[in-house]
């Protein structure tokens, strides 16, 4: 795995904010995919309110009745919040997470001929459009399948995380086919074909009762209802993936199997990225795995920034005899790291 020597390719110095109330904060993690002649990456771009003073939160809301952004002030001095996280505002007493994001993502395509140098479309591509996106819209992965691009993403709300699916043939314009996980499920991949007459999909449910984060295998026949989850992959304690692990790219196609990048993370909430095979006519057995990360946090940018110590594998594309793979450091800005597929299968 060879990083780009001039990493970061996208930072949030290269997005313009969606309007004059907001700031961009970070570009990030990105599905990829090639159209046209072109590497087209689908962005999270996080913006935020500009603050006018120390007293007060601005934080930004899609309103469901009228669906514009609506902003709601915090004091920061009120006692029935909790704003120790700067991502989040939590309620004090409450079993949630958190009450609002202090951010709100969409997706902004960025576009290359070399997929090295990319330029970020000065619009968003889908901006937070229904309830269940109240908070935004993060960590597409996009997969082609036949000449379809679906696009899987988390939408963020007060109800919760659901996986959403938006289908494009163009880059241009978009639909969307609404929620194909309810709450709380990330990380969804779409295999890029049928599997014995099945559409296939990686997802990370979270349950509140019992257990880790891991990744479970779904199937569909129509893309839309999915059914027949099991479990794929499991945490591994004493192991750089203990904490939880999530899908990251979608799923290659290799003639030993179908090979998965992954994320997993550690008792320090350090992200790696590491790999898994799956039988090419069964994909919901594991042949092999990555003993150690093929790829961990260690290079200035990837061990500073927003979240610090982070590689999050999302989107790649085959390039020549290599795989250039795109990954969010840090929630903060995109790097690209290069492979070839025979020597991340070695490496199992």
């Not at 379809?148 to 963020?156: D, E, H, K, L, N």
Request: glycine content about 6%.
């Amino acid at each position: 795995m060879k990083r780009y020597e001039n990493n970061p390719i996208i930072t949030f110095k290269d997005v313009k904010p969606s309007n004059k109330n907001f700031q961009v904060i970070g570009a990030f993690n990105p599905g990829a995919a090639e159209y046209n002649g072109e590497i087209i990456l689908a962005v999270r771009t996080a913006e935020r309110v500009r603050e006018s003073n120390d007293d007060c939160i601005k934080v930004p809301v899609l309103d469901e009745n009228s669906q514009s952004i609506k902003i709601v002030e915090l004091n920061t001095n009120d006692k029935k919040y909790d704003f120790s996280d700067s991502r989040v505002v939590k309620e004090v007493g409450s079993d949630s997470d958190f009450k609002y994001l202090t951010s709100m993502s969409h997706i902004r395509l960025a576009r290359s001929r070399d997929g090295i140098n990319f330029k970020v479309d000065e619009k968003p591509f889908i901006f937070p459009g229904n309830k269940y996106e109240g908070f935004g819209i993060e960590d597409p992965r996009i997969s082609k399948i036949d000449d379809i691009y679906y696009i899987t993403y988390s939408a963020v709300s007060k109800y919760g995380i659901v996986v959403s699916l938006a289908a494009t043939s163009d880059f241009k314009s978009y639909r969307r086919l609404g929620n194909i996980f309810s709450t709380e499920n990330k990380d969804a991949v779409l295999f890029p074909e049928k599997i014995n007459g099945k559409y296939f999909a990686l997802n990370r449910p979270v349950s509140k009762s019992s257990g880790k984060p891991v990744i479970w295998i779904s199937e569909s026949k129509n893309l839309i209802d999915w059914g027949n989850h099991k479990v794929l992959a499991c945490t591994r304690e004493r192991y750089w993936d203990s904490s939880k692990i999530g899908a990251g790219i979608p799923p290659i196609k290799t003639e030993r199997g179908w090979l998965e990048l992954y994320h997993g993370v550690d008792e320090n909430e350090h992200y790696y990225m590491g790999a898994l095979l799956l039988d090419i006519n069964d994909p919901s057995k594991v042949i092999s795995r990555s003993e150690k990360p093929i790829l961990e946090p260690k290079e200035n940018y990837e061990t500073e920034g927003f979240f610090k110590n982070v590689v999050f594998p999302c989107g790649a594309v085959k390039k020549n005899d290599e795989i250039y793979i795109y990954y969010g450091i840090s929630d903060n800005s995109v790097a690209l790291a290069m492979t070839k597929t025979e020597d991340i299968l070695r490496n199992l």
